[in-house]
């Protein structure tokens, strides 16, 4: 991501092609250092320290830190892990969602053609690896990216709040990572078009972006995603993770509605405009990603074959819209939609998500996901 002192206006001057949906620019990037175990990112800002110690001086913020103080669960000894993932028995029973033969999308001259149930059922099983390591990646990115909050966010009562979420990303790398170690069978390395989010979300000096990027977008399409895929999943352990995820997700997505809000009041329109244009290279960004390259390629199968029907079929393109039904109404919200003769707005009508703008912002909603009294008490099954 380049931004300069100049707004960027073109689609290829922010995510380097013309076309949003130019499928074989989207695939041609990929990740080609997948056997890294250590990539190393330049962090530009500035480390800040504020002298002002008034506790609650912003209430909102104050009152998100004292639930958080109170709603920390421990992955190790509050979820199930006993609990027997019979993993191709959860894809038989979760069949449908995907290209396959109940999709009644039309894959005759394909290599899928020839696919027998075997087949079916190991593209299944790659897709729930591919999938969950995503997300496990993704968690890390925002353990990072708090943490850098915590450093450059100017305000105490701010700084106390991130630092709760650095704890909550800790405990959700850990708990997908277990997930995947001892329930699934193998991880992914990090989808190409995440990490180049991850770079600009670290790599950007300004505090505000580490907020936008991370937790109304990154967050807040998490959000929306572990929502809809704890609603699909037939399998009682990672049901149960997600709960608890997404109980501490909508928090973080809130803090960075009830944070940038009060920010963005006072910049001018050609800042709003360089905020327009990196929430937009973000949701571009994370679309991308959804499309499981890899896995195709893993298949054997190239992905430009694949991709192209994947993206027919009726609930994927319910799940890729839906993935945005947090993000837009937060970008609302933050007064970015409509801010420089709505380009934002625009924007997101050309990926076809900005029907969700009305639906509620996290800032209100965040206390809907709280887990409910004794809920982690009574589910876990207090063993390792």
């Known amino acids: 991501m380049t931004l300069t002192n100049e ?3 073109s689609n290829r001057d922010i995510i380097g092609r013309d076309d949003i949906n130019d499928l074989e620019a989207i695939l041609a990037i990929s990740n080609t250092d997948i056997h890294a175990s250590i990539s190393a990112v330049k962090d530009n800002a500035d480390a800040i320290f504020t002298w002002d110690y008034e506790k609650g001086s912003r209430p909102k913020l104050n009152r998100l830190y004292e639930k958080a103080k109170t709603a920390m669960w421990n992955g190790e000894t509050d979820l199930p892990w006993d609990t027997v993932v019979d993993q191709e028995a959860v894809v038989m029973a979760n069949a449908g969602g995907n290209i396959g033969p109940e999709s009644g999308i039309d894959i005759s001259g394909t290599p899928m053609a020839k696919w027998s149930e075997k087949e079916w059922i190991q593209f299944g099983v790659e897709s ?6 995503q997300f496990m990646h993704g968690e890390q990115g925002a353990l990072v990216c708090t943490a850098k909050i915590v450093e450059t966010v100017p305000w105490i009562d701010a700084k106390y709040y991130a630092s709760t979420q650095v704890m909550d990303e800790a405990r959700h790398v850990e708990v997908f990572a277990k997930y995947l170690d001892t329930k699934l069978t193998g991880h992914y390395p990090v989808n190409a078009h995440l990490k180049m989010l991850l770079d600009d979300i670290i790599g950007d000096s300004r505090w505000d972006m580490t907020y936008l990027g991370m937790q109304i977008m990154v967050e807040g399409l998490a959000l929306a995603a ?3 895929i704890h609603q ?4 009682p352990l990672l049901k149960q993770l997600l709960r608890y995820v997404m109980s501490d997700e909508a928090r973080h997505v809130a803090f960075g509605v009830l944070s940038l809000q009060e920010y963005y009041k006072e910049l001018d329109s050609k800042e709003l405009r360089e905020r327009q244009e990196f929430a937009f290279e973000a949701a571009v960004r994370m679309r991308d990603r959804f499309l499981q390259q890899e896995v195709w390629d893993r298949m054997g199968i190239a992905p430009k074959v694949a991709v192209p029907l994947v ?3 009726p609930e994927r393109q319910v799940f890729q819209s839906m993935l945005f039904s947090k993000i837009v109404p937060n970008c609302k919200k933050l007064g970015l939609l409509d801010a420089a003769d709505g380009w934002l707005r625009t924007k997101f009508q050309e990926l076809g998500v900005i029907q969700f703008e009305d639906w509620a912002d996290t800032g209100e909603e965040y206390e809907m996901f709280a887990l409910a009294e004794g809920e982690v008490a009574a589910s876990g099954s207090k063993t390792a």
């Open 311 to 313: 993206l027919q079929a």
């Open 128 to 133: 729930q690896n591919w999938t969950l390591s």
């Open 226 to 228: 572990f929502g809809f």
């Open 7 to 9: 707004p960027l206006n």
């Open 232 to 235: 699909m999943t037939t399998e």
